[in-house]
């Protein structure tokens, strides 16, 4: 078992260079199964959720080769397979994107029911309602979905909630569907235009991401040719932003793109930091404890949810007594019982927490509970006086690049260790 030893009390100073999104690598290797040809991803991010998802695509039939850690070139000419191995799918939550982009491809596609990140209840009622108005028969049995439908034809949709991974779902079962397919009340973040200009950089014609309506024009083909660099990772970005304010830092973060940071910035603005921002490039300054903040969470350009554990941290320090109202996972403040074993004063009751600032925190022994919340970890213990140890790896691995070579480059003292 692997550990991080973090000897806490430095502020965080230098550059650090943002990877690109783990959100939109999920979904744009599945949707290269749309192909019948070669493609190269650049701006990979090296993460074990990545390298998940190849192992996947291997194992029905993709051709994948590594031309630099973050860089491949995938053949998906001769697919064989419609049945995902369950055992792998079961264990993370964006194997969901099979679903569409298999169904797409294939019209017939089997799966583990997605797993992922304990963040409460997950249900993909959108997704399915999205693939059956396609022309879908769906069905949920001992823990597999299997989808098969003899074609798709475009209609309209109208999610009743705004989700990500329905509204991604569904533009990956559309794109080569007969007609026109309308999804309104879509999700806007980021990895959805971003998965969209993939698409359409492949051949496809998907009009509108990153607005409430998405307009699909179903093609015949995706031939594949093109090189596409993923976009940079906004969480995290996020995580360093709220690093460098947890740990009165100075912090440039590079090849970002501050558009997609302006909740964030807003927030980081309000707790008292300074923002500086040139082109692809924010610079974070904290030169004393943060202000008290209130935080809601909501979908883009809303404040992101993957971004409410590493922000709380910087509320358990700050001057004051802050609420972070939670409102898209219902399980998202395991975290929290974490920082009061390092001295924070915080209340978690259903949706919202209560954070009384203290002065500092003191370093202990933690758990990462899921991918965010172990981010925020590292942070926390950073910021503390003292020694934390930081557990369960495999969450943080999932998501952020040599995430301690990052933080170490920037004057943190950690180690992983084996156990
Ligand atoms: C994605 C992100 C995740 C992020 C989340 C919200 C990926 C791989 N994961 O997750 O990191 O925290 O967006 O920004 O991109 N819901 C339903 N029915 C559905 C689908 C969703 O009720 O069919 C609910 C969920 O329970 C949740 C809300 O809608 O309360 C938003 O979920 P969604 O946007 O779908 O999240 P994911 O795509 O799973």
Not at 5 to 21: D, M, Q, W, Y
Not at 65 to 82: G, L, Q
Not at 228 to 252: C, H, R
Request: with cysteine.
């Amino acid at each position: 078992m692997e550990k991080l030893v973090i000897t806490g009390g430095t502020p965080l100073k230098g550059e650090v260079t943002i990877s690109g999104a783990k959100n939109a690598a999920v979904a744009i290797l599945p949707a290269t199964l749309l192909i019948n040809g070669i493609c190269r991803i650049e701006n990979l991010p090296n993460i074990s959720d990545v390298k998940l998802y190849c192992e996947i695509l291997e194992k029905i039939g993709a051709k994948i080769t590594w031309i630099t850690k973050n860089e491949i070139t995938i053949d998906t000419r001769d697919i064989c397979c419609t049945k995902a191995p369950l055992d792998i799918t079961r264990k993370f939550r964006a194997s969901y994107y099979l679903i569409g982009s298999m169904l797409g491809r294939c019209k017939n596609v089997q799966v583990g029911l997605p797993g992922g990140c304990n963040l409460g209840a997950r249900p993909i009622d959108q997704h399915i309602k999205g693939f059956e108005a396609l022309g879908a028969n769906v069905e949920v049995t001992q823990g597999n979905i299997t989808a098969s439908a003899k074609k798709l034809v475009g209609t309209s949709i109208y999610m009743d909630i705004v989700s990500v991974g329905a509204t991604i779902n569904v533009m990956l079962a559309s794109v080569l569907a007969e007609g026109t397919t309308i999804i309104d009340n879509a999700a806007k973040e980021p990895h959805i235009v971003d998965v969209a200009n993939f698409l359409n950089t492949m051949g496809a014609d998907i009009r509108g991401a990153g607005t409430d309506v998405i307009k699909i024009n179903g093609v015949k083909e995706l031939k594949g040719g093109s090189t596409y660099s993923i976009v940079p990772d906004q969480i995290e970005a996020g995580t360093f932003m709220f690093a460098a304010m947890a740990t009165k830092g100075d912090i440039t973060i590079k090849n970002c793109i501050t558009k997609h940071l302006e909740s964030i910035t807003a927030k980081v603005i309000e707790m008292g930091g300074t923002v500086e921002e040139s082109g692809d490039t924010l610079r974070i300054k904290c030169t004393k404890r943060p202000n008290k903040a209130n935080i809601k969470t909501l979908p883009y350009p809303g404040f992101p949810t993957d971004l409410q554990p590493q922000a709380g941290v910087v509320l358990s320090i700050a001057d004051g007594t802050s609420t972070i109202n939670e409102s898209i996972w219902e399980s998202r403040f395991q975290y929290t019982q974490e920082l009061c074993k390092m001295g924070a004063k915080i209340t978690a009751q259903g949706k919202s927490a209560f954070f009384e600032g203290v002065k500092s925190l003191s370093g202990a022994p933690v758990c990462s509970t899921d991918l965010r919340a172990g981010a925020a970890l590292i942070i926390a213990g950073i910021a503390a006086n003292g020694k934390t140890e930081v557990y369960n790896l495999e969450h943080i691995d999932r998501g952020y690049e040599n995430i301690e070579e990052k933080f170490r480059s920037l004057g943190a003292k950690i180690e992983r260790v084996s156990e």
